[in-house]
């Protein structure tokens, strides 16, 4: 029996050894056939390629390169696009906050909490706003994973979560995106500032080229939210306070016309008021759905900077709360 259960592991063993390199070398030799299904990685250039692959949209890349130097910040943002693309660094500068901008593309809970983990500690900020939206606790949160592993240096807990998302795309491009790392492969890499109409500013927030919304009529959608995503949010607060950190809980503008159409908004905001310090600018803020948004989810530059000044004002009179 002990020796049935040696050859047993020594196949296991034998099979993943396999497996990993089969995944290597079949997309090393036969890259455009082979990724278009089952991995998710862009080999010659950031942006979107031919295949529909877009490791690096929203300038992760570089998100992530600058983060390596970056360290003791007044405030942390995280959160999806609407994160990134939806509060600008540059605002923040002005009123005396330093700050960087962790959004990515769909980044979910699960993702955010990952963040946190590998790098409060070395960003250190007194402050961190968490951009929630309900669309990403209602998703699986594959996508986001793939964007941040094909972005950052994976790690074990990055295997934990491929695995844990049971997902062998995600899966495969861990294996590809480690062994290109092992190997050194995408050290002399440089993401454009400029991708398309989007720029990347230092600090990491993406500012659109200026494009107009126009309205129109949505059918009714009822958020149907994620276990496993409001529990990593959870964790995610639960770092923050364990560090002794103030957090601040935002939902960015969106188009009425589109915000009104979620018919459980009074669901989503009761949930987030149970954590405390949620603000809800669709609420707070009056922005004219043509004039200052490109999509229904996304301001574009003159909302953005309407957004952030009322933003920015919120912070300053905290600070000054605090402070008495």
């Avoid at 999806?80 to 509060?87: L, T």
């Avoid at 540059?90 to 901008?101: D, H, K, P, T, V």
């Avoid at 720029?199 to 309205?215: A, D, H, N, R």
């Avoid at 364990?242 to 960015?252: A, N, S």
């Amino acid at each position: 029996m002990a020796r049935f259960f040696f050859l047993l592991f020594r196949l296991l063993i034998f099979s993943l050894l396999f497996y990993v390199l089969a995944v290597i070398v079949w997309t090393e030799i036969d890259y455009e056939s082979f990724t278009q299904k089952n991995v998710w990685y862009e080999l010659e250039e950031a942006g979107i390629d031919s295949l529909g692959n877009v490791n690096s949209y929203g300038h992760m890349f570089s998100r992530m390169q600058e983060l390596k130097n970056t360290e003791d910040i007044d405030l942390l943002i995280i959160g999806a696009s609407q994160a990134y693309r939806g509060i600008d660094t540059r605002i923040l500068q002005e009123a005396g906050f330093s700050s960087f901008n962790l959004g990515s593309s769909n980044q979910t809970p699960l993702q955010s909490e990952l963040l946190l983990k590998r790098y409060i500690d070395q960003l250190n900020p007194d402050k961190i706003i968490v951009v929630v939206y309900p669309e990403v606790f209602s998703v699986d949160g594959v996508e986001s994973s793939l964007d941040l592993i094909a972005n950052d240096n994976v790690n074990f807990s990055m295997l934990v979560l491929a695995v844990k998302q049971q997902n062998f795309k995600l899966l495969n491009t861990f294996i590809y995106v480690a062994y290109r790392q092992i190997f050194g492969l995408n050290k002399h890499f440089k993401e454009k500032t400029q991708k398309g109409n989007d720029t990347y500013i230092k600090g990491g927030y993406v500012e659109k080229e200026i494009s107009y919304f126009s309205p129109h009529d949505f059918e009714n959608n009822t958020w149907q939210f994620n276990h496993s995503q409001i529990k990593a949010f959870e964790g995610s607060l639960k770092l923050i306070q364990e560090r002794g950190i103030q957090y601040l809980l935002i939902q960015t503008p969106t188009p009425q016309v589109f915000f009104k159409s979620q018919t459980n908004n009074v669901s989503f905001d009761r949930l987030m008021h149970s954590y405390r310090n949620y603000y809800n600018y669709n609420e707070l803020l009056e922005l004219n759905d043509s004039l200052h948004f490109y999509d229904e989810f996304h301001m574009n530059q003159k909302g953005v900077e309407i957004f952030n000044k009322a933003l920015q004002e919120m912070l300053v009179t905290k600070e000054s709360q605090i402070s008495q």
